[in-house]
């Protein structure tokens, strides 16, 4: 309901001197209207300084000094609300390019970005296995002594990363269309030079290990005394000692992965570079 108050002494052709005089008369209320700075909606009424509301859609006959106040309250206030707001500033900027121009612009940036990030993981999954292999070549337990050797480990991959690592390379052995097309584990061979340097690429490094000697050789040893003569000495088995380092190079390896449980065995063939012969190991190769 519309409120229309009468003041006799005071229309809208009042001096401007009179409006700071009703501002201090009114002070206690601007208060109170300020208040209504965290109101939500749109808002189709003025509350003015004596607490009237004063309906905005309906026409105003007469511009009191309480309106024009209420009014300027209400344009501080929604000033106040505004200057709260983060600036959108570089979001104005953005919607105000054209769509056509923006979006393959962001799609370039993205796609690039993301391309780079697959190759940086994929490169360091790759320098990961590499650098266990080279781990273990160096090991004890991997005694070098003229035939090839087999080292194997697991790694627990998610199937995306496996066929990202290793989906067109080497030679495909299950599932195929002739091979357990079906099977839920993956079967892939390196069986050659240029199909290890493929997948490997810069990562493929020389590699170190330990030749050892050959032990359980029978060693005689003769007791003195009377156990001499009688065969009171006895035997024992000679150890197999380090000898040194030697160059080693992978021949093959394969990957068998199951999607079931998602771990993947590496199990490589390696050997020493020029090998040795004579009953003592295998050929040259």
Not at 1 to 23: C, G, K, N, R, Y
Not at 52 to 68: F, K, N, R
Not at 239 to 268: H, M, P, R, W
Request: net charge positive.
């Amino acid at each position: 309901m519309q409120s229309v108050l009468s003041f006799p002494s005071t229309d809208i052709s009042l001096p401007v001197a009179a409006i700071p005089a009703a501002e201090k008369e009114n002070a206690s209320l601007k208060q109170t209207a300020l208040q209504t700075t965290g109101m939500k909606g749109k808002k189709r009424t003025l509350t003015l300084v004596n607490g009237e509301e004063l309906d905005l859609t309906s026409t105003i006959s007469q511009a009191t000094p309480q309106i024009v106040e209420a009014m300027r309250l209400r344009i501080l206030q929604l000033e106040n609300e505004i200057s709260s707001q983060p600036p959108p500033a570089k979001r104005a900027k953005t919607t105000a390019s054209a769509p056509t121009a923006a979006g393959p612009s962001a799609s370039s940036e993205a796609g690039p970005s993301s391309t780079k990030a697959e190759e940086k993981k994929h490169k360091m999954q790759v320098k990961k296995i590499f650098d266990q292999l080279k781990k273990e070549c160096k090991s004890d337990n991997v005694k070098f002594q003229g035939s090839p050797k087999t080292i194997k480990f697991d790694e627990i991959w998610e199937q995306a990363d496996f066929e990202a690592l290793f989906k067109g390379k080497g030679v495909l052995i299950q599932p195929t269309p002739e091979n357990k097309p079906k099977s839920a584990v993956t079967i892939i061979q390196f069986n050659t030079q240029s199909q290890i340097s493929a997948f490997f690429g810069d990562e493929l490094k020389a590699l170190k290990g330990n030749v050892w000697s050959r032990g359980g050789n029978v060693t005689r040893r003769m007791g003195g005394g009377f156990g001499g003569l009688f065969g009171g000495g006895g035997s024992t088995f000679t150890k197999s000692i380090k000898q040194g380092a030697c160059d080693v190079q992978i021949q093959s390896f394969e990957v068998n992965y199951s999607k079931n449980n998602l771990k993947c065995t590496i199990k490589f063939e390696v050997a020493e570079i020029g090998g040795r012969s004579g009953g003592y190991g295998y050929d040259d190769w």
